[in-house]
Nanobody
Framework: VQLQASGGGLVQAGGSLRLSCAVS????????IGWFRQAPGKEREGVSC????????AYADSVKGRFIISRDNAKNTVYLQMNSLKSEDTGVYYC????????????????????WGQGTLVTVSS
């Protein structure tokens, strides 16, 4: 399984970005996918995840109501729509795939994930 994250950049506070995670080597519909971020000097944080098959989602409290995770199985791509961005959203964003499939369940714990993309930098200026 290979993952490639893209879509990061510099945006002003209050703006929006959409991150993409292109998945290859596996059918996306069979994989729970998570988005994580890491700010300088901080631990990696699980931002959001989407379960395999039935697309249940979960969000960190810090992004709930502002971020939306979705998948397009035809394009083998998972998206993270980020709205109302804040300076504390700054960091490197990673997507990851979990090969353990539990229907309706996804995890925001990094240790659960087996494959990782290279990360894309999001910088929110205040």
């Amino acid at each position: 399984v290979q993952l490639q994250a893209s879509g990061g950049g510099l945006v002003q506070a209050g703006g929006s970005l959409r991150l993409s995670c292109a998945v290859s080597g596996f059918s996306l519909d069979d994989l729970p996918i998570g988005w994580f971020r890491q700010a300088p000097g901080k631990e990696r944080e699980g931002v959001s995840c989407i379960s395999a098959k039935d697309d249940n989602t979960a969000y960190a409290d810090s992004v709930k109501g502002r971020f939306i995770i979705s998948r397009d199985n035809a394009k083998n791509t998972v998206y993270l729509q980020m709205n109302s961005l804040k300076s504390e959203d700054t960091g490197v964003y990673y997507c990851a795939a979990d090969t353990l499939v539990i229907p309706g369940i996804c995890s925001r714990q990094a240790y659960e994930y087996d494959y990782w993309g290279q990360g894309t930098l999001v910088t929110v200026s205040s």
